[in-house]
T-cell receptor, first 115, second 110 residues
Framework: DTGVSQDPRHKITKRGQNVTFRCDPI?????LYWYRQTLGQGPEFLTY????????KSRLLSDRFSAERPKGSFSTLEIQRTEQGDSAMYLC?????????????FGPGTRLTVT | TQLLEQSPQFLSIQEGENLTVYCNSS?????LQWYRQEPGEGPVLLVT?????EVKKLKRLTFQFGDARKDSSLHITAAQPGDTGLYLC??????????FGKGTRLSVIA
């Protein structure tokens, strides 16, 4: 399977704990994105990378959130001191430039539940 | 204020019926993408429309981009239970990140 993969698929944690999620993009894609989706909403942009450079961060991304893509391949999203409001589906997507711009392909997501 | 408004929010129809869902904005987009998402999974890209007035067909699905590139529609002919899911539209403006609507949740009953 050469699609976007995410690990873990599900994570249950207690409030105040730190969690880290991993995303492996489609191998030839140079852009990688993180989104958050809550019930009844569409995905909301958090941040994106072009190769290893983090080019944009949303105001949604508080200081407790940090993302890395150290070698321009896989990426990690860490949430420190989790809060109940962090419960959501965290989605990763990747893309590369084509004739019609950057089409994003999503992974299956990581469902986070903070108790 | 939602940049992209999708309507209806929910739609429940019988197998074999036709339907249209809408994605509207007051902003101009350089391109617009439609995705389908099933529960517990990530969105799956269906199509990208780029040119104002463009029509693209994907089997029984017809996508249209408005002439002014502010709106789009998705028409499904002879809906089947396998079409059930959350349909999301997402717009691109320049170098800004993809902006999603809240989606239309479609249920097709056999």
């Amino acid at each position: 399977d050469t699609g976007v993969s995410q690990d873990p698929r599900h994570k249950i944690t207690k409030r105040g704990q730190n969690v880290t999620f991993r995303c492996d993009p489609i191998s030839e894609h140079n852009r990688l994105y993180w989104y958050r989706q809550t019930l009844g909403q569409g995905p909301e942009f958090l941040t994106y990378f072009q190769n290893e450079a983090q080019l944009e961060k949303s105001r949604l991304l508080s200081d407790r959130f940090s993302a890395e893509r150290p070698k321009g391949s896989f990426s990690t999203l860490e949430i420190q001191r989790t809060e109940q409001g962090d419960s959501a589906m965290y989605l990763c997507a990747s893309s590369q430039r084509t004739g019609i711009g950057y089409e994003q392909y999503f992974g299956p997501g990581t469902r986070l539940t903070v108790t | 204020t939602q940049l992209l408004e999708q309507s209806p929010q929910f739609l429940s129809i019988q197998e074999g019926e036709n339907l249209t869902v809408y994605c509207n904005s007051s902003s101009v987009f350089s391109s617009l993408q439609w995705y389908r998402q099933e529960p517990g999974e990530g969105p799956v890209l269906l199509v990208t429309v780029v040119t104002g007035g463009e029509v693209k067909k994907l089997k029984r699905l017809t996508f249209q981009f408005g002439d002014a590139r502010k709106d789009s529609s998705l028409h499904i002919t002879a809906a089947q239970p396998g079409d059930t899911g959350l349909y999301l539209c997402a717009g691109v403006r320049g170098n800004t990140p993809l902006v999603f609507g809240k989606g239309t949740r479609l249920s097709v009953i056999a």
